[in-house]
């Protein structure tokens, strides 16, 4: 209990500081003040005057703040400066289509990563091993930019057998209900839901490839460093000269305690996976939030800059806290050792 009070107050604390930083942004930015904020252009002072006694720019800073605070819990996130669209609309149809690479990239990362950790660390120094190492140099060494537009040329260009850019085909008239769109064709009453299904598919391979292949390189070095530490621990080698087949060693005593190590260091990727996804929805024009995002930087859209920064840094946050937590929870001994050291 005292572990998930000090991690709650921790993420109280982080969410108080990104608000704080988020709201002093448009002080930052060029331009006129009031339409940072608002995203209104005034066209006349008595519109001016209005606006800036909507959001309290007559009153103090400490005012100021605590209307920002309470419009983003009442769901008033602004309007765009380039279409005066809703800010909390456009950021909900653009989050799930990230969430979505981002889920899928990190289910390949974890389902061939870490078994083709395990193995490769179990039969190091083979030539499987090698080869595995070798895999796992090279993809982490290739940035997801080139990754992207090596998979582009080929498939794309050379072969053509996958699509360029975009979610589906324009033929197929999903209508956007969760965001996901595996799910919303689910979902849909279209005729020819099969035909949906494999283009979108399709136009997921490329942009999930370019970032899976990073993200499973990392798991696959993680995972071979802690178990081929793990094995060669005391309570390891006495299992082995008490006739333990290498198999019940493994599934006894080696797995659990080479996963533990490994998820504080998975924490340290979340960030740089998010920011490779955020990559990749641009250069495939995948509707998400990064493309979302850098369309804003490009016109200037300083309320759209804000408020996506913003819920940007939120997620990272609530996902590197809570697999942190859930690492603590599931490693006592971890928390005892650090709380003696201090």
Same mark, same amino acid.
């Given at each position: 209990?005292?572990?998930?009070?000090?991690?709650?107050? #921790?993420?109280?604390?982080?969410?108080?500081?990104?608000?704080?930083?988020?709201?002093?942004?448009?002080?930052?930015?060029?331009?006129?003040?009031?339409?940072?904020?608002?995203?209104?252009?005034?066209?006349?002072?008595?519109?001016?005057?209005?606006?800036?006694?909507?959001?309290?720019?007559?009153?103090?800073?400490?005012?100021?703040?605590?209307?920002?605070?309470?419009? #983003?819990?009442?769901?008033?996130?602004?309007?765009?400066?380039?279409?005066?669209?809703?800010?909390?609309?456009?950021?909900?149809?653009?989050?799930?289509?990230?969430?979505? #690479?981002?889920?899928?990239?990190?289910?390949?990362?974890?389902?061939?990563?870490?078994?083709?950790?395990?193995?490769?660390?179990?039969?190091?120094?083979?030539?499987?091993?090698?080869?595995?190492?070798?895999?796992?140099?090279?993809?982490?060494?290739?940035?997801?930019?080139?990754?992207?537009?090596?998979?582009?040329?080929?498939?794309?260009?050379?072969?053509?057998?996958?699509?360029?850019?975009?979610?589906?085909?324009?033929?197929?008239?999903?209508?956007?209900?969760?965001?996901?769109?595996?799910?919303?064709?689910?979902?849909?009453?279209?005729?020819?839901?099969?035909?949906?299904? #494999?283009?979108?598919?399709?136009?997921?391979?490329?942009?999930?490839?370019?970032?899976?292949?990073?993200?499973?390189?990392?798991?696959?070095?993680?995972?071979?460093?802690?178990?081929?530490?793990?094995?060669?621990?005391?309570?390891?080698?006495?299992?082995?000269?008490?006739?333990?087949?290498?198999?019940?060693?493994?599934?006894?005593?080696?797995?659990?305690?080479?996963?533990?190590?490994?998820?504080?260091?998975?924490?340290?990727?979340?960030?740089?996976?998010?920011?490779?996804?955020?990559?990749?929805?641009?250069?495939?024009?995948?509707?998400?939030?990064?493309?979302?995002?850098?369309?804003?930087?490009?016109?200037?859209?300083?309320?759209?800059?804000?408020?996506?920064?913003?819920?940007?840094?939120?997620?990272?946050?609530?996902?590197?806290?809570?697999?942190?937590?859930?690492?603590?929870?599931?490693?006592?001994?971890?928390?005892?050792?650090?709380?003696?050291?201090?």
């Amino acid at each position: 209990m005292k572990l998930f009070i000090r991690y709650l107050n #921790l993420m109280v604390v982080t969410i108080f500081i990104l608000l704080l930083f988020s709201f002093i942004l448009p002080f930052l930015f060029p331009g006129d003040l009031l339409t940072n904020i608002s995203g209104i252009s005034p066209q006349s002072n008595e519109q001016r005057i209005a606006l800036e006694q909507v959001y309290k720019l007559d009153q103090s800073i400490f005012h100021q703040f605590a209307f920002y605070i309470e419009s #983003l819990l009442d769901g008033n996130w602004g309007v765009s400066t380039s279409d005066q669209s809703n800010l909390l609309h456009e950021l909900l149809l653009a989050f799930p289509a990230t969430l979505e #690479l981002v889920a899928y990239a990190l289910l390949i990362a974890v389902v061939i990563g870490i078994p083709v950790g395990f193995l490769s660390g179990l039969k190091n120094h083979n030539p499987l091993d090698f080869s595995v190492v070798t895999f796992s140099i090279v993809g982490y060494s290739f940035p997801v930019v080139w990754l992207a537009l090596i998979f582009i040329t080929i498939f794309c260009l050379q072969f053509q057998w996958l699509p360029i850019s975009g979610r589906i085909d324009l033929l197929f008239d999903v209508p956007t209900e969760t965001g996901f769109i595996l799910i919303d064709i689910a979902r849909s009453g279209i005729s020819n839901k099969a035909d949906a299904y #494999l283009d979108a598919l399709h136009h997921l391979i490329l942009p999930t490839a370019s970032v899976a292949i990073v993200t499973t390189a990392l798991f696959i070095r993680f995972t071979r460093r802690s178990i081929m530490d793990v094995m060669e621990k005391d309570y390891i080698i006495a299992a082995k000269s008490r006739g333990f087949t290498q198999r019940q060693i493994f599934f006894k005593h080696g797995l659990k305690n080479a996963l533990l190590p490994i998820l504080p260091l998975l924490v340290l990727q979340i960030s740089t996976l998010i920011t490779n996804v955020m990559i990749i929805e641009t250069i495939f024009s995948w509707p998400g939030i990064g493309r979302w995002l850098i369309q804003a930087i490009y016109q200037q859209d300083y309320p759209a800059i804000r408020i996506g920064m913003l819920v940007v840094s939120l997620c990272v946050m609530a996902l590197t806290i809570t697999i942190e937590f859930i690492t603590r929870a599931m490693n006592p001994a971890r928390e005892r050792a650090e709380s003696a050291t201090v």
